[in-house]
């Protein structure tokens, strides 16, 4: 059974284009996560949120901002993305007592 | 600290036999460590974790190792097959009380046929 769910699975956007990632989790996990990753690279945190509690990486350009209107659902929106944005973006939940587990990733590419 | 480089470590082992993956982490204050393995194209995928009050946990065909005097986290994986080729990471919660992982650089495994 699907636990963490992202959609879309492929996306492809324009340079300077306006892109919404979303994420949505059936374990009830009170936190989420955005990592981004770059090809043979390790993810990369970019944000979390604790509940409704956002909390952001000291690195993180502006460029990047997340919504999470409850508990299932989080949003990634990059608000114009560059080419240096192509990557693969993976959403995460994570809670006090449970590990961290993993979406199967949006695969972003920018023209 | 983060994770940083271009290109993945490698490890090559042949069919059947065992693999070691190992990882260096930062913070001797983190309290839970996690491996991933991620397959081409896909989300990292959980295998074991362990927490600090422990030295050696088992699972089904993998032991994770912590060492904390030198920060050190191995993955064995017993009889090693075709579909543990792969790329692993450590993930190490940062400090306790928080919800924030950090991950090592990560190995990638080949089985040889």
């Known amino acids: 059974d699907a636990m963490v769910i992202q959609n879309p699975r492929y996306q492809v956007t324009q340079f300077g284009k306006p892109v919404t990632l979303s994420c949505s989790q059936t374990?009830?996990?009170?936190?989420m996560y955005w990592y981004q990753q770059k090809s043979s690279q390790a993810p990369k945190l970019l944000f979390h949120?604790?509940?409704?509690?956002?909390?952001n990486e000291a690195d993180t350009p502006d460029n990047f901002q997340s919504r999470r209107p409850n508990t299932s659902f989080c949003f990634l929106d990059i608000r114009s993305p560059g080419l240096g944005d192509a990557a693969m973006y993976l959403c995460?939940?994570?809670?006090?007592?449970?590990?961290?587990?993993f979406g199967p990733g949006t695969r972003l590419t920018v023209l | 600290g983060e994770s940083v480089g271009l290109h993945l470590p490698t490890l090559s082992v042949q069919e059947g036999d065992n693999s070691i993956i190992n990882c260096a982490y930062s913070?001797?204050?983190?309290?839970?460590f996690i491996w991933y393995k991620q397959e081409s194209g896909k989300g990292p995928q959980f295998i074991i974790d362990?927490?600090?009050?422990?030295d050696k946990r088992q699972g089904q065909r993998v032991t994770v190792l912590l060492n904390k005097t030198v920060k050190h986290l191995s993955l064995q994986i017993a009889a090693t097959q075709p579909g543990d080729s792969a790329v692993y990471f450590c993930?190490?919660?940062?400090?306790?009380?928080?919800?924030?992982?950090?991950f090592g650089t990560g190995t990638r495994l080949k089985v040889l046929a």
């Open positions: 993930a190490e919660k940062w400090t306790s009380g928080t919800y924030k992982y950090i």
């Open positions: 949120y604790y509940d409704k509690d956002f909390n």
């Open positions: 913070n001797s204050a983190s309290d839970y």
């Open positions: 995460a939940t994570g809670s006090r007592v449970d590990t961290q587990y």
């Open positions: 362990i927490r600090s009050n422990m």
């Open positions: 374990l009830n996990h009170n936190v």
